[in-house]
């Protein structure tokens, strides 16, 4: 199954992100949103471009879906930010022929913790 390598709260990867103007204005224009003077990331562009690149590094097996993602920013993120992003195994479960995946990330600068998320992902156990 997806990810079995590893044991509940491993580590799976780390990786650092760059919350620039420019990944802003192309997230805004996917979306659908006029361009506004925000000095903050909002919680979705953060969780959108750290899934991305947890995705690149773990490709997720044909016939997966992303069900969810639940994501806290304890401390406003300004536009422009780099960000080191951990994350963990949270959970696997076996369930009716799937697996539910639970993924956990942390993201941080200069080691403080600003935020976290959960991606649960539903994936087939072979």
Same mark, same amino acid.
Do not use: W
């Given at each position: 199954? %997806?990810?079995?390598?590893?044991?509940?709260?491993?580590?799976?990867? /780390?990786?650092?992100?760059?919350?620039?103007?420019? %990944?802003?204005?192309?997230? %805004?224009?996917?979306?659908?949103?006029?361009?506004?003077?925000?000095?903050?990331?909002?919680?979705?562009?953060?969780? &959108?471009?750290?899934?991305?690149?947890?995705?690149?590094?773990?490709?997720?097996?044909?016939?997966?879906?992303?069900?969810?993602?639940?994501? /806290?920013? &304890? &401390?406003?993120?300004?536009?422009?930010?780099?960000?080191?992003?951990?994350?963990?195994?949270?959970?696997?479960? /076996?369930?009716?022929?799937?697996?539910?995946?639970?993924?956990? #990330?942390?993201?941080?600068?200069?080691?403080? #913790?600003?935020?976290?998320?959960?991606?649960?992902?539903?994936?087939?156990?072979?």
């Amino acid at each position: 199954m %997806y990810l079995d390598k590893f044991k509940i709260k491993d580590q799976l990867c /780390e990786f650092d992100i760059e919350l620039n103007e420019e %990944y802003i204005f192309d997230y %805004y224009n996917s979306c659908g949103i006029n361009f506004h003077d925000y000095q903050y990331v909002f919680p979705t562009e953060l969780a &959108t471009l750290s899934l991305k690149y947890f995705l690149e590094k773990f490709p997720i097996p044909n016939g997966s879906i992303h069900t969810s993602q639940e994501i /806290e920013i &304890t &401390t406003p993120i300004k536009i422009g930010s780099k960000l080191t992003c951990r994350a963990f195994l949270d959970s696997i479960k /076996e369930i009716r022929g799937r697996g539910i995946v639970i993924v956990n #990330i942390k993201y941080t600068k200069s080691k403080k #913790i600003l935020g976290h998320a959960n991606a649960t992902l539903l994936v087939p156990l072979s």
